[in-house]
RNA sequence: GGAGAGAUGGCUGAGUGGCCGAAAGCGCCGGAUUGCUAAUCCGGUCUAGUGCGUUAAGCGCUAGCGGGGGUUCGAAUCCCCCUCUCUCCGCCA
């Protein structure tokens, strides 16, 4: 969410913000509904000043009619202040509503447009080329028997599984994996709930409920399975006023992460690419309230994605996601894409945002400077350190040998006891 | 799941209907004093909304005592619901 006295003075440049990420926003329709809502404050402050007054006075007054005048007024004032806040909270209401529909800012390098306009910024890594036909990780996995389609569309339905001996350990070892790279880099290793309130969701940025949900969510309850231990981590510090000489704050969250992929029918929905549930290591972080800390934070975040795909020696390229995929809270995104040759393209495996204080302001995450009056929305920046799905399935892909059998990567064998699958 | 006790400012902790945004102490900031340090003394020290002010300093008003509702002219204080914490019992990986 953006300020409400930022987006009225600056409509112009919100209005072609909304343009170039294809959001079509009543700029105006804010405008007019914030008017609205400070008449109705103001309408509604002097009254309780009266009815302040008013009361003040009674214990004070000795004459008896006086008293019940007194006491009468107060009581005309009461219902007339019960009327007055019930306007004010309705304005509230349809001004926050369409408010939270502004998207952040962006970044001004990130390419402007639609998904095609997304640019890749560099690329590591040659796309290995076999001197046989690859198999895909489906094919690869029915081979040695590391997944098991039937089992998860039997027990939950199409979209879940169950990964069976390498790639169960591969889930383990690509765990232990990024987690220790994440604190190498100073990141604190969390496990975190998989569920969390409809409010943390919404304060990320998910829409847990209604017909466009991303989220399963749980009945007769606010909670919603998470999506990602962003909304977790994100979530863990609501409401809370940090000392700006703490941030940045760097979290790293194992947890599992459940999509209902609404509306995504059809699309790569061959194998473990696009599921319901998987396993991700993600990275968090609080910064301090201004673009030069959270982009060089985001950048810190991109190079530490980069080290760990470039530990498993997997060829990926760097993408700036045009502004018209960057969805609501992002003001810049990197993503991976990590070399699959059984698709024979490139697939995401990582995400990378800087969503400046777009979520803080909805999360009520603030801080204290010594150095100036009142409080200020931080900024908040996640990153995906290992998404065990599509890291899996790039593993399997570019690893594969003539023999059909599996190396696996170097990085990993400690933790998984030997060095091949086949 | 059952029984009980709680939730007040950065922290500790008073306050059981009006004079309370809230005593006191601690902490923190500024100043005074002081060979240094410590100690002492003085002053300041929450957040948000809103209005005036030049998008300033600042001043005013309103709101906030876990959250939401209610009673009342008036609620931190009384009532109801919820959440969370603690203690005991039960159950359990």
Redesign the pocket.
């Known amino acids: 969410m953006l300020d ?1 006295q930022f987006i009225c003075e600056n409509r112009e440049l919100i209005e072609a913000n909304c343009r170039n990420r294809g959001v079509a926003v009543d700029v105006a329709a804010i405008v007019a509904l914030r008017d609205r809502r ?1 008449e109705l ?2 309408q509604e ?2 009254l ?2 009266e ?2 007054e ?3 006075l ?2 004070k007054t000795k004459d008896a009619a006086e008293k019940q005048r007194l ?1 009468a007024r ?2 005309e ?2 219902e007339q202040i019960s009327r007055a806040e019930a306007d004010r909270k309705q304005a509230e209401d349809e001004l926050r509503a369409l408010q939270a529909t502004v998207p952040n800012l962006s970044h001004p390098d990130a390419p402007i447009g639609g998904e095609d306009a997304s640019r890749t910024i560099r690329t590591w890594g040659e796309p290995k080329s076999f001197d046989f036909k690859p198999l895909d990780h489906v094919e690869l996995a029915a081979k040695h028997d590391l997944i098991d389609f039937e089992a998860g569309a039997r027990v939950a339905g199409s979209g879940f599984y169950f990964l069976k001996n390498e790639a169960a350990l591969l889930e383990l070892a690509l765990v232990q994996y990024a987690a220790h790279k994440a604190i190498a880099k100073g990141f604190v290793l969390h496990t975190t709930p998989d569920v969390a309130r409809d409010e943390v969701l919404h304060g990320i940025g998910f829409s847990p409920r209604g017909p466009e949900a991303q989220t399963y969510s749980i009945a007769d309850s606010e909670l919603s399975l998470v999506a990602t231990a962003e909304i977790t981590l994100g979530g863990s510090l609501k409401d809370e ?1 940090l000392d700006v000489a703490k941030l940045p704050i760097r979290m790293a969250g194992i947890s599992h992460c459940f999509r209902t992929e609404a509306g995504a029918a059809g699309r790569a929905t061959r194998g473990i690419y696009r599921v319901h549930q998987f396993t991700k290591v993600e990275l968090f972080a609080f910064a301090a309230p201004n673009l030069e800390s959270s982009n060089a934070l985001h950048a810190d975040i991109v190079a530490l994605e980069e080290e760990i795909f470039q530990g498993l020696s997997i060829p990926y390229r760097v993408i700036d996601t045009a502004t018209g995929d960057l969805g609501g809270p992002a003001y810049r995104k990197f993503d991976l894409e990590a070399w699959m040759p059984g698709r024979g393209e490139y697939g995401e495996v990582t995400s990378a945002s800087n969503c400046t204080d777009y979520q803080a302001r909805r999360l009520g995450i ?1 801080c ?1 400077s010594p150095d100036r ?3 200020e929305f931080v900024h908040t920046l996640n990153g995906t350190a290992v998404a065990v799905t599509r890291a899996l399935i790039a593993i399997l892909e570019n690893y594969q040998q003539a023999d059909g059998s599996i190396v696996l990567p170097e990085a990993l064998r400690g933790w998984i006891g030997k060095d091949r699958i086949g």
């Open positions: 409400l400070s404050i103001q402050d002097g309780r000043h009815q302040k008013a009361s003040s009674i214990p006491i107060g009581k004032l009461r006023v603030r204290k009056k009142g409080t």
